[in-house]
């Protein structure tokens, strides 16, 4: 009954270094999604994959890069860490029906100093 | 105009008041919308979803929607201590791609 699993849950990366963020769900959904939140902000998108193989742009996709090789996989890579890529970062998946519901992971604090 | 906005401070409730959550949205394509609580330093979860005009309750929790003013809301009556977290309302754009659009959330604070 893991759900979405993210991993890792907290990060220190310094200026210019790269990392990937995993994310695996269980739940057999199509639909996956990288959003990241900064301190007394909402949700916004980065990327998402409506199923393996197809990936697309959300808001603030600059900096970062995803794939989706299988349902349950969808890592985010961040290529030459920023200060401003400081964030939390949430893995989610939904079935894309009606109700529409995201079933997100725990989160990964990152900060790049 | 941001997509969904919600301008509310933070609000403060006594226990047993209801808290009142407001949220307006700029994509009169939108259809789908969506409460979410978001609890410190843990993961949004959904609590309330909405698709028509009027109101829809579950429980202690009453959300509304007007498209014609474009504006949705959440009531929650008799506030308990363990509903203060951050409420995210989130709309999903028009246009035919799949993205939800979330405001910046609204703190609620049940005081005993």
Same mark, same amino acid.
């Not at chain 2, 008799?78 to 509903?83: T, V």
């Given at each position: 009954n893991a759900g979405v699993t993210q991993t890792p849950k907290f990060r220190i990366l310094k200026i210019g270094q790269s990392m990937t963020l995993q994310c695996t769900q269980?739940?057999?959904?199509n639909y996956m999604y990288w959003y990241r939140q900064d301190p007394g902000m909402g949700l916004k998108l980065i990327y998402y994959s409506v199923g393996a193989g197809i990936t697309d742009k959300g808001e603030v996709p600059n900096g970062y890069n995803v794939s989706r090789s299988t349902t349950e996989d969808f890592p985010l890579r961040l290529e030459l860490?920023?200060?401003?890529?400081t964030s939390v970062y949430f893995c989610a998946s939904s079935s &894309?029906? &009606?109700?529409e519901k995201l079933f997100f992971g725990s989160g990964t604090q990152l900060s790049v100093l | 105009q941001k997509e969904v906005e919600q301008n509310s401070g933070p609000l403060s409730v006594p226990e047993g008041a209801i808290a009142s959550l407001n949220c307006t949205y %700029?994509? &009169?394509?939108?259809q789908s919308f969506f409460w979410y609580r978001q609890y410190s330093g843990k993961s949004p979860e959904l609590i309330m979803s909405i698709y028509s005009n009027g109101d829809k309750e579950d429980g202690r929790f009453t959300a509304q929607l007007n498209k014609a003013s474009q504006y949705v809301s959440l009531l929650i009556r008799?506030?308990?201590? %363990?509903?203060s977290a951050t409420y995210l309302c989130a709309g999903r754009c028009g246009g035919g791609n799949n993205r939800l659009a979330f405001g910046k959330g609204n703190q609620v604070v049940v005081i005993p």
């Open positions: 269980d739940m057999n959904h860490a920023a200060p401003s890529q &894309r029906d &009606r109700d | %700029s994509d &009169r394509g939108s008799d506030s308990q201590p %363990s509903d």
